[in-house]
């Protein structure tokens, strides 16, 4: 018996540089299609801009490598190699517009079947994963939120993303996923540590080691203004960060970029 099944990709997709997305067909794209284009080259600046700037923001709250078993609040978190084997809860503490940013400094990898749920009005458009080197989704694992490599991002088998899926520098791979695009409610207040200790009981840092911080706002703190050549940008819309005061917010194009499809067949 062969079983084949193919991605569903609820916004749009593209490449830039590059001129062919392999696998769209049989992969399903419900919004455009881009390839190297003035769209997808400024989807892949949007990117940079907003990888930076989270990068960038302080305070921040240190965590364990491990994520499962948590229930964290609003607010800036820092990990090294970040990984999450069962269920990670964001409360938004009743605040539709409530910001989670993950900085995180290595790779972010997630086991088989695991889940991350929101619980008191939280938007997955407001949870920014700031991945250092690659993320890869486990089989049949439910995820949520933007997630931002600098390298690559891969979904494995059944993986499902209620979000973004954007790759600066390699490629986005799917196998047999769906992506679907959230509601979003814009957010208006800013990303701060947790005024109240998160269930890990991370230590309190202030670091300003990240990226410098120059340029245009980007929705929070100001963002750096990178020169870094990306060859490869992926998945549904780039993230737009939670404006601060009164600066402007340059605006992100609503354009995701998929570079890589792999389909799986199952013999029986």
Not at 45 to 55: G, P
Not at 92 to 108: C, E, G, K, R
Not at 191 to 203: D, H, N, Q, R
């Amino acid at each position: 018996m062969i079983a084949q099944t193919s991605t569903t990709l609820a916004q749009g997709l593209g490449i830039h540089p590059g001129s062919a997305a392999s696998g769209f067909p049989p992969g399903i794209v419900a919004g455009e299609t881009h390839l190297a284009d003035g769209v997808a080259l400024q989807a892949k600046s949007d990117l940079t801009a907003a990888y930076v700037d989270a990068a960038g923001r302080t305070p921040f709250t240190s965590l364990p490598a491990e994520l499962g078993g948590s229930t964290l609040i609003p607010g800036v978190y820092r990990i090294g190699a970040a990984q999450l084997t069962g269920q990670l809860t964001l409360d938004s503490q009743n605040d539709p517009a409530a910001v989670f940013i993950f900085q995180i400094s290595s790779t972010l990898i997630t086991a088989s079947n695991s889940d991350v749920v929101f619980i008191n009005g939280a938007s997955p458009c407001n949870v920014f994963r700031q991945v250092t080197s690659s993320a890869t989704l486990g089989t049949n694992s439910d995820f949520i939120g933007n997630i931002m490599a600098l390298t690559s991002v891969t979904m494995n088998t059944g993986a499902t993303l209620a979000g973004r899926a954007l790759a600066r520098n390699a490629a986005v791979t799917l196998d047999d996923n769906v992506i679907t695009a959230p509601i979003c409610t814009a957010a208006t207040t800013p990303a701060t540590t947790p005024a109240t200790t998160p269930a890990v009981t991370p230590a309190v840092g202030s670091s300003t080691t990240g990226p410098p911080v120059a340029g245009p706002p980007v929705d929070l703190p100001p963002t750096a203004t990178s020169t870094a050549t990306s060859t490869e940008t992926s998945a549904a819309h780039p993230p737009r960060l939670p404006t601060t005061g009164s600066s402007p917010a340059p605006t992100l194009l609503a354009i995701g970029i998929v570079v890589r499809y792999r389909r799986r067949k199952t013999g029986l």
